[in-house]
């Protein structure tokens, strides 16, 4: 047998392996120094306890003959998809239905498996810099094209994010037809205006495109004026699917659970141009390839839309949100160049002058002990850049910003800082593939 070639095309990551593997260095260097993780793409708040409850409930569930679940619905339990579409949807003033909703085991499951629906011809427009799961995804499935020496692809669409538009895409230049938005944004921290999501809308109905919108971190949204849901945009629900987690709202990184929006409403056309739902599409690709979230985690799920559930979801979030508005904050005082931080746990930081995002990597490292992540490992127009997080706690958190306020720099010190240290990068760089599998190890994919 012949394997899908695409899988060869796909460079290696290394971004994580080598943040992973400098931070070790680092360690290794400095065994006394107390390195402080402003990098962690994770949550660290436990799961609530009335997750908990409702979790060793379903538990004893499966015990008993009368209470057992075996084989789920493939779309989800209808408990779940009914708590979500009363709390997410109709309490917020938008009619999404029961019926439109696929309960899934998480975000990244799903934005990866979409592709099965859409033609293998069509032509994916991206945020750069963006989430690698839309490029990745996209080139697996054989819509990448070639990869061209400036590591991008040769049929993907990048649409570049930059201080001129707020790190926020424009338009297309031409049709495409199917386009991955984010917002909140990973990693750049931005979100979409009521406005800016209404020219997308509208750009995608008349083109006839697809638009996948991750709104992975929505629960991070409080101001008013910025969308939680692109269905509270007149015809969204014509042109788009959203696809949500309880990742980073309710902690769900380990236990697994999201959900895809399929609005009765959307279709594609055939060749020939007859239309047709794509409910009917997902669905049916759900019902072959996929057997459903566990009983139990729909129980835990559940349970967050309880009172208790929505009070300990608000709690951690706020935690999440007053770390990164502090780190917004305290590099904006320390010279540098931010966006992102409101209404999200990611800061998108720059010095000016600097144009290497790893040299800002290891001038945090060696002077702060404050470790964060390479922008340029999000896409090419992250070069420069760092993403830093609000997940780690109040306490490190406010310790991380006081130690860079504190990093003095006199002019020129960035460049003669970043020659010292490439001769160790390269060095690193050489060690890659044995230093890959640091990363499944300490736990960082
Ligand atoms: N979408 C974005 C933008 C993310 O940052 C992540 C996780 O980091 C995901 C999706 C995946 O979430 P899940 O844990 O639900 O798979």
């Known amino acids: 047998m012949y394997i899908n070639e695409n899988f060869i095309k796909l460079p290696k990551s290394y971004l ?3 943040v992973a593997a400098k931070l070790k260095e680092y360690r290794e260097a400095h065994p006394d120094a107390e390195l402080i993780r402003m990098d962690i793409g994770d949550v660290t708040l436990p799961i609530a306890p009335c997750v908990i409850e409702a979790m060793h409930k379903a538990v004893d569930d499966m015990g008993s003959s009368e209470t057992f ?9 209808l408990f779940l998809r009914e708590a979500i579409a009363r709390n997410d949807y109709y309490e917020r003033g938008i009619n999404i239905t029961a019926d439109d909703i696929f ?13 099965d629906i859409y033609s293998r011809k069509s032509i994916i427009a991206i945020a750069d810099p963006g989430y690698p799961v839309y490029a990745d995804a996209s080139v697996i499935d054989g819509r990448g094209g070639d990869l061209l020496p400036d590591g991008r692809w040769s049929r993907i ?29 990973n990693p750049t921290g931005t979100v979409f205006t009521r406005g800016e999501l209404m020219k997308w809308v509208d750009f995608a109905r008349r083109s006839h495109a697809l638009i996948i919108y991750d709104s992975a971190y929505e629960a991070f949204v409080s101001d008013p004026d910025i969308p939680r849901s692109i269905y509270e945009i007149d015809g969204a629900k014509e042109c788009a699917i959203e696809i949500r987690s309880f990742s980073k709202t309710a902690g769900f990184t ?16 055939d060749r020939e141009g007859k239309e047709y739902p794509l409910r009917q599409l997902w669905n049916r690709r759900q019902s072959t390839k996929f057997n459903g979230a566990s009983y139990i985690v729909q129980r835990g ?38 966006f992102g931080g409101e209404n999200s746990p990611y800061v998108w930081a720059k010095l000016p002058g600097e144009e290497d995002s790893w040299k800002l990597f290891e001038l945090l490292l060696n002077e702060a002990q404050v ?24 306490e490190n958190t406010r310790k991380a910003m006081e130690r860079i306020s504190n990093i003095s720099l006199s002019d020129g010190e960035i460049g003669e800082f970043s020659r010292k240290n490439d001769v160790k990068a390269i060095k ?4 890659l593939d044995v230093l890959d599998s640091i990363t499944d190890k300490l736990g960082l994919k």
């Open 16 to 18: 994580f392996s080598t």
């Open 103 to 115: 309960i899934s085991d998480g975000a990244k499951s799903d934005l990866g498996n979409l592709g």
């Open 254 to 269: 380990g236990l697994r659970c999201g959900y895809t929006v399929v609005p009765s409403k959307l279709t594609g056309t």
């Open 428 to 431: 690193i760089l050489d060690g």
């Open 157 to 185: 669409m990048y649409l570049e994010c930059k201080p001129e538009n707020g790190f926020k895409p424009d338009l297309p230049i031409h049709a495409v037809d199917v386009i991955f938005l984010c917002s909140p944004c």
């Open 69 to 77: 679940h075996g084989y789920g619905p493939e779309q989800g339990y």
């Open 301 to 338: 799920a559940e349970a967050l839309y309880t009172p208790e559930g929505k009070e300990a979801v608000k709690r951690n979030i706020d935690i999440y949100k007053e770390n990164a508005r502090y780190i917004r904050e305290a590099l904006e005082k320390a010279g540098f160049e931010v």
């Open 371 to 394: 470790s964060s992540t390479p922008g340029i490992g999000f896409g090419n127009a992250g070069a420069g850049y760092i993403r830093l997080t609000g997940f780690n706690s109040p």
